[in-house]
């Protein structure tokens, strides 16, 4: 039953009109009137109370509670709130000379070319450069560079930078003189909202006590905010016909998830799979794509600035291109004229220097390794 709120001025009018339907005589109700008094302090009790009540309410419920209350509503159910992500991505370390070795540690900090945002390189036994030994990435003499992954030092939206931002090595590091990422770094999102947290909460209830492709999903998306998936059944690893078993194929925004989350996955779904069934967690094939445009513009603006919001438009549509998704030649026009009333002409637009569309297999993700737009 809902709840029938009253206001101050109904409940003392409520009272008023109980009390006089019982007095045999007219009663003195007016302003300063000892009577009116008395029903108008129980009415602010009244009220008083009803708030107490709202509060109860707001507290017991998921759809009416928020923030510290809506947590430990769902936690009864073991369910907590996902906290904010950090943004990822690579970076490249040059050096000048490349006689001798160098070493990029684990934890080693750079930094944007305003210092606003840190981020810190982070492990990946399988890169090529990786020496477990010196826990880095280790440049050998006659290499001038090595990309490396990073993740922003604190967790959040604010994390995500465009292309070229880092520049700044925070620290002596021997050997190595310049830092910057081609692309840009994404996947930071701030911690998950209300409003997200009970639709979660739905589909955790729909897949409790059932081993569906529903569940397995559900699972997944509670690993982390952010993530991007596709879960593909009777599928070997490696891509051929396999009865029995099933490939989750996970992204975190930057196309080269590291090990340690893919680990974290398969955890998740261990819980919840279907008996008799066998399964994979792999990051997708990455497709990497160099973006070429020209622009005109009609001078309402200054040029660069047009160019800089174009370049940001595509650089943020293909980040979040899911995975199997295409890149369509034609939609770099459509971006840049929506990016900027000022844009009045695309040419020269190129593809990995081709003019067709770019088509990953389905287990793969385009991602920008350059966007030069002038």
């Not at 409940?11 to 009109?17: C, E």
């Not at 310049?178 to 998950?192: F, K, M, P, Q």
């Not at 593809?351 to 350059?370: A, C, E």
Request: aromatic fraction near 6%; hydrophobic fraction near 50%; glycine fraction near 8%.
């Amino acid at each position: 039953m809902q709840l029938q709120l009253q206001t101050f001025s109904t409940l003392v009018n409520n009272a008023a009109a109980a009390v006089q339907g019982a007095a045999a005589q007219l009663i003195d109700l007016t302003v300063g009137s000892t009577l009116r008094a008395i029903l108008e302090a129980n009415a602010s009790m009244a009220l008083w109370l009803q708030w107490l009540i709202l509060q109860v309410l707001r507290m017991t419920r998921a759809s009416t509670s928020a923030d510290a209350d809506l947590d430990s509503w769902m936690a009864d159910y073991a369910l907590h709130r996902l906290p904010a992500t950090n943004a990822g991505g690579s970076v490249t370390f040059s050096r000048f000379t490349n006689i001798g070795a160098a070493l990029i540690p684990v934890g080693m900090s750079v930094r944007t070319a305003d210092a606003s945002q840190t981020f810190l390189v982070q492990a990946n036994p399988s890169h090529p450069n990786w020496s477990a030994g010196q826990n880095g990435y280790l440049l050998a003499s006659g290499t001038a560079s090595v990309v490396v992954p990073v993740a922003a030092a604190i967790a959040g939206k604010a994390g995500n930078v465009q292309a070229g931002t880092i520049s700044l090595i925070a620290a002596s590091l021997p050997g190595i003189d310049t830092v910057t990422n081609s692309a840009g770094l994404v996947g930071g999102i701030d911690a998950e909202t209300d409003n997200a947290f009970r639709r979660r909460f739905v589909d955790y209830i729909a897949s409790l006590a059932r081993a569906t492709t529903t569940a397995v999903k559900a699972a997944i998306s509670s690993v982390e905010l952010g993530l991007n998936f596709t879960v593909m059944e009777n599928i070997a690893p490696d891509g051929s016909p396999g009865p029995g078993s099933f490939l989750a194929v996970v992204d975190d925004g930057t196309g080269a998830p590291l090990p340690s989350l893919l680990t974290r996955v398969a955890a998740a779904i261990e819980a919840v799979r279907p008996v008799g069934t066998t399964f994979s967690v792999v990051a997708p094939t990455l497709v990497n794509v160099a973006i070429v445009a020209s622009v005109t513009t009609d001078g309402s603006v200054d040029h660069g600035m047009a160019v800089a919001t174009v370049r940001n438009a595509i650089s943020a549509y293909v980040s979040s291109l899911p995975i199997g998704a295409p890149l369509v030649f034609a939609r770099i026009t459509q971006i840049a004229f929506a990016a900027s009333t000022a844009v009045t002409n695309v040419t020269s637009i190129m593809l990995n220097g081709g003019t067709g569309d770019i088509n990953p297999s389905g287990i793969g993700v385009v991602r920008p390794s350059s966007i030069t737009v002038y």
